[in-house]
């Protein structure tokens, strides 16, 4: 199966419209796994902003960890099941570390150690959207799953 770069657009054009860095990952390959635009957003909403906004693992590898799950998650509780999607969670996360230098959120951010953790997400201005490198982690993301697809696809 051929993926194409307009996944990878549609989840930085969802987070320039407003979703966390998790949702827009997720919601950007949902439907290849029966799930609504609505159903994708939902289930992904908690792990923006490092989880809760509390700055962890990024929100954009939070993604797709979730989608590595669709695709190789236990149903049966078997070890090997296990095994199998830890394997694939481990290797993206590498792959992503790889790329962006982390996997958590306060680091990409670069934010001083001991910033406060509040809930209240920042207001998204056009300086907001400038300071941020989250549009380029989120496409970097989304190539990750992308290339895992096709890299699947030829197995």
Do not use: H
Not at 74 to 97: H, I, P, T
Not at 112 to 139: D, H, L, M, N
Not at 141 to 154: F, G, M, V
């Amino acid at each position: 199966m051929e993926i194409d770069e307009s996944r990878i657009q549609k989840a930085v054009e969802l987070f320039r419209n407003g979703y966390n860095c998790s949702q827009s990952v997720v919601a950007a390959f949902a439907d290849m796994y029966g799930f609504t635009q609505e159903q994708a957003l939902r289930m992904s909403a908690s792990f923006g902003g490092g989880i809760g906004r509390m700055r962890m693992t990024c929100g954009a590898a939070c993604g797709i960890f979730m989608l590595a799950g669709l695709e190789k998650g236990s149903v049966d509780g078997s070890r090997q099941a296990k095994l199998a999607n830890y394997a694939l969670v481990q290797e993206l996360a590498a792959e992503f570390k790889k790329r962006m230098g982390s996997v958590v959120c306060s680091e990409l951010l670069g934010l001083a150690s001991g910033t406060p953790v509040v809930p209240v997400p920042e207001e998204r201005t056009a300086q907001y959207y400038k300071k941020r490198p989250c549009p380029k982690i989120i496409e970097e993301a989304a190539r990750i799953w992308t290339n895992y697809l096709e890299s699947k696809d030829k197995e």
